[in-house]
């Protein structure tokens, strides 16, 4: 394979958060792992699309440019094709590149990881699932699924050496009640916790944050991606307390940092076992769920979850081992490799 593409997303209105004119500047994980996948898959020439937007073209290497469409064009054609979001628009695409090797992932707390909820008919040769309900469901339906790791955005999370003003810090929208901030809110209460919470506010969470007999509770509000390092690091503890399908970003994002994490146990959060076997990662239930926190902040200094991020879900290790996987699949299928 030579060439490739990937199937990024829609322009939002407030496109600047994502109009980068260097490669360093980029602040998204799937951009970066992209370019790491085709590196190790020996891919000469790639670009990355949006539509609703443009045009723009931006170079970011010789061999790596990102172009916005008012509408996705169906030529020139690619031998290896990366999906991220299942949205209509990409069908068209896929149809015109009949012959590429597609991979495809979905979007979590939405059908959108099953690539007929939304109507794609697409024979994929590969789909990602990060998370066991979703390998599950999309093995029984006929899909070739690997598991994916996922990873961060390594240019923007990573340590960040600071004072610890806060015991714990909670990033998430306040306005998405997936994201578990009453239920930690109320779980919490009377603990004296000092917390930090990144993410838009909600003015009743809030009240019932500062009404909870907590210690010091600071609110930043939405906060660009890039500055959060330096807010989260003023943290001893992370905690993820959200209800959905899969492995939220932020866990990875958190142990990139350095940050050990305190996770709430769900019926509905599916993220993979060996997430827990670093000491850095505790699992909590409704019942255990404050003194496993407090053991979290009183030996934070004694984890290594930043070592734990570069062995098991960096981009590196993220990258090699769907290479592997793609490589694999293409000797079966093809009798030959990238």
Known sequence: ?????????????????????????????????????????????????????????????????????????????????????????????????????????????????????????????????????????????GYSVAKFRKPAAENIFYPHECEKKYDVVFIGNMNQPSKGHEWFIKRIA????????????????VGLARSAGLGECSFAGYVPRKEIRLLASQAKVGVVCSEGDSCPRIIPELLAMNIPIVIKQSENLYFWEDLLESSSVASADDYTFVDVLKGHVRQYTKFEPREFYISHYSLDVSSSILAVIIQKSLKKTAGRTP
């Open 190 to 205: 009377g603990s004296g916790f000092s917390v930090l919470f990144i993410g838009a506010v909600n003015l009743s969470i």
């Open 1 to 141: 394979m030579r060439t490739a593409l990937l199937l990024r997303q829609q322009v939002p209105p407030d496109k600047e958060r994502i109009t980068f004119d260097r490669l360093a500047d980029v602040d998204d994980m799937w951009i970066w792992l992209f370019k790491s996948l085709c590196t190790k898959l020996g891919i000469e020439h790639a670009q990355i699309w949006m539509w609703g937007g443009g045009p723009r073209e931006v170079v970011y290497e010789p061999w790596l440019i990102e172009r916005w469409w008012p509408e996705f064009p169906l030529t020139p054609k690619f031998d290896f094709i990366l999906s991220r979001g299942g949205f209509p628009e990409y069908i068209p695409v896929m149809q015109a590149n009949a012959l590429a090797y597609k991979v495809y992932y979905g979007a979590i707390y939405k059908p959108r990881y099953n690539p007929r909820a939304n109507q794609d008919a697409t024979k994929y040769n590969l789909l990602l699932a990060d998370s066991q309900k979703q390998f599950s469901e999309l093995t029984e339906a």
